[in-house]
């Protein structure tokens, strides 16, 4: 089967690095998405990671280690916007989608 | 950015009734749409894929013939919830890949809040 862990909760202040991180187990890999989603909205695409290393967009990274089953989103100059929850995902079969449990990402002044 | 419109946002109805979800790719066709429902503070739980112009596919423990879906077009996919209960209140939330599109970019619609009463 499938399945991917993320930690439920991470607090953190605001303008510092927060990093969130997921492991997975997969019949297949295509590689790790991330998605963020606001109270009461509807997920937005973060990032990908098809091969190992970093990817950067901003204010926000991931990363990828295929030999480890292993990724993380990292979030710089934290603001208080980015209080949210945030998903990895992995391809399953029929190219959907597979989710994590999410993590809520707490943010303090 | 590729726009996926979602309505109603949100829809309170007797138990019994049935409730229509639409969901449309505003800028891009739509080979392919997921629908999925999501309960407070958990994860997203995909019910069914989509595929235009034919049947859709359900996730085990799904009953299809509650959660109607049609894919009549490449822009527009309905999810019917019949005979509507309380325990079918959700979040439900659509998503489309462009046709072009990468596997692992999702456009999501806005979500629909079900209340039944």
């Known amino acids: 089967g499938q399945s991917l862990e993320q930690p439920s909760e991470v607090t953190a202040v605001e303008g510092a690095i927060v990093q969130i991180n997921c492991t997975y187990q997969t019949s297949g890999f295509y590689g790790l998405s991330w998605y963020q989603q606001h109270d009461g909205g509807a997920p937005t695409f973060l990032s990908y990671?098809?091969l190992d290393g970093l990817e950067e967009t901003g204010r926000f990274s991931s990363f990828l280690s295929r030999s480890d089953s292993y990724g993380y989103l990292l979030l710089q100059e934290l603001q208080m916007k980015d209080s949210a929850s945030y998903f990895c995902a992995v391809k399953g079969s029929n190219y959907q989608l597979i989710w994590g449990a999410g993590t809520k990402l707490i943010i303090k002044p | 950015g590729a726009v996926v419109s979602q309505h109603p946002s949100w829809v309170i109805c007797k138990s019994g009734t049935s409730v229509k979800i639409e969901c449309r790719s505003l800028d891009f066709q739509a080979t392919t749409m997921f629908w999925y429902r999501q309960f407070p503070k958990q994860s997203l739980m995909l019910m069914a894929t989509?595929?235009?112009?034919?049947?859709?596919?359900?996730e085990q423990g799904v009953e299809k013939d509650k959660f109607l879906i049609n894919h009549a077009s490449l822009t527009l996919s309905t999810l019917t919830v019949t005979s509507a209960h309380p325990e079918d209140s959700s979040f439900y939330i659509c998503?489309?890949?462009?046709?072009?599109?990468?596997?692992?970019?999702?456009?999501f619609g806005s979500g629909t809040q079900l209340s039944v009463l």
């Open positions: 990671n098809g």
């Open positions: 989509s595929n235009e112009g034919s049947k859709a596919t359900y």
């Open positions: 998503s489309a890949r462009d046709r072009q599109g990468e596997w692992e970019k999702l456009f």
